[in-house]
């Protein structure tokens, strides 16, 4: 097992774009599978990880998250770093990923900083019986499917913007229903060296889907935080 890089060229080296369309879901759970301390991801967070989330944002074409997080986690704005903006704009990138919220509600608030500080209008993925919402004001609003979330149209919706290079954070209903939908890719999971307890749930929840096999691309370490990434 290795350690994980401390470099910027390292980290890329161990989480590339890839060749073609890719959807890569990023998690973090504790060692006996908690997703959140306390319903925040942040009691979860230790040496490395942080660097491993700003490098798989920085070389996505755009985010997806789910309204339920952009609420609990309170989202800022995707800015990313000065030097993670160079390198997106030395290897031909825009400056900015694209931000997609998922929501079938559009209870978003115009105000949070991920919709008033945005350095590109975010795009908020919904169905067209969702109800009117401000949001449309602050946001490109998108409806893919009638009375439902249509997850594979809005991916394919991406693909045809160029945005070919999808990452997830969740939450667990997002991944749950993406992977039922047999849209994901890779799982960058950490694991924390916690045992956590309680009540707290698995990073996915969602309808029963046959088990899909993956491979192991990387296992790797740094004080104890586990690194690992799984591809089809």
């Known amino acids: 097992m290795s350690t994980l890089p401390d470099t910027l060229t390292g980290l890329v080296e161990r989480y590339p774009r890839t060749p073609g369309p890719t959807l890569r879901v990023n998690f973090i759970a504790s060692a006996d599978g908690a997703v ?17 989330f700003d ?43 694209l931000m997609v919220i998922v929501s079938g509600s559009l209870a978003l608030d115009p105000a949070q900083l991920i919709f008033s500080d945005a350095p590109i209008r975010p795009i908020v993925l919904t169905h067209h019986a969702a109800p009117a919402s401000p949001i449309a004001g602050v946001a490109e609003v998108i409806p893919v499917g009638d009375r439902a979330v249509d997850l594979a149209a809005g991916v394919r919706l991406l693909h045809e913007r160029g945005a070919t290079q999808l990452l997830c954070e969740g939450g667990p209903a997002l991944l749950g229903s993406m992977i039922a939908a047999d849209l994901v890719d890779e799982l960058c999971l950490t694991v924390a060296p916690l045992l956590v307890g309680g009540r707290a749930g698995r990073i996915s929840a969602g309808p029963p889907t046959p088990p899909r096999p993956m491979s192991l691309r990387h296992a790797l370490t740094r004080d104890d935080m586990l690194f690992l990434r799984y591809g089809r």
């Open 36 to 52: 959140a301390v306390e319903g925040l991801s942040a009691g979860l967070q230790g040496p490395g990880d942080k660097e491993v």
């Open 55 to 97: 490098t798989l944002r920085m070389v996505c074409d755009g985010l997806i998250v789910a309204a339920g997080t952009v609420r609990a986690e309170r989202y800022d704005a995707l800015r990313l770093t000065p030097g993670a903006r160079a390198w997106r704009v030395a290897h031909g990138l825009p400056e900015f990923p």
